[in-house]
């Protein structure tokens, strides 16, 4: 069972969206455990993003964990004219992002996980591709993380 949810403003310009939701039931001697795990994306729209990834025993409980993980680990990069300096490629587990900059007025050619990422951080015009074959949003996720932090300005 998974779900999404809207976005959530915070008070210091940091917008939260739900990336993933899935049910966790852990099966003991005593019974059955039943959990939830939250993966929560924050980003201010100027160059800053994190994930954060919690579980909890009820679902706000999870959202709250995550979103406060997420916030503990953001990350900052270069943008420069809506894009990003370079392109850059990395691997989380299974899966493999491909970031590539666009000129401007191409948009955001981006699918599922990286198109949240990209949105919340502030990226316009990038184009993207998830070379994994993993479906996994938390790895994806994770993976284009690792792609932005490999980011650096190019000096002469």
């Known amino acids: 069972m998974k779900k999404e949810f809207s976005k959530e403003k915070s008070k210091d310009g940091f917008e939260s969206k739900l990336l993933d ?28 993003v994190g ?26 990069f270069p943008i420069i004219g809506d894009t990003i300096p370079h392109e850059v490629q990395a691997k ?4 493999r992002v491909l970031l590539r900059p666009q000129r401007k007025g191409r948009g955001l050619v981006a ?5 949240v990422i990209c949105n919340l951080s502030g990226i316009k015009n990038i184009s993207s591709k998830i070379l994994g074959g993993t479906r996994n949003k938390l790895n994806n996720a994770m993976a284009t993380i690792t792609a932005l932090k490999k980011l650096k300005l190019k000096t002469k």
């Open 111 to 115: 699918g599922g996980t990286v198109r």
């Open 21 to 48: 939701l899935a049910r966790v039931i852990h099966v003991r001697a005593g019974g059955k455990k039943l959990r939830f795990r939250a993966v929560v994306v924050t980003g201010n729209k100027a160059g800053k």
């Open 51 to 76: 994930v954060g990834v919690a579980s909890g025993l009820d679902v706000a409980q999870a959202v709250e964990k995550a979103t406060y993980q997420s916030q503990r680990s953001i990350i900052e």
């Open 92 to 95: 989380f587990g299974p899966a």
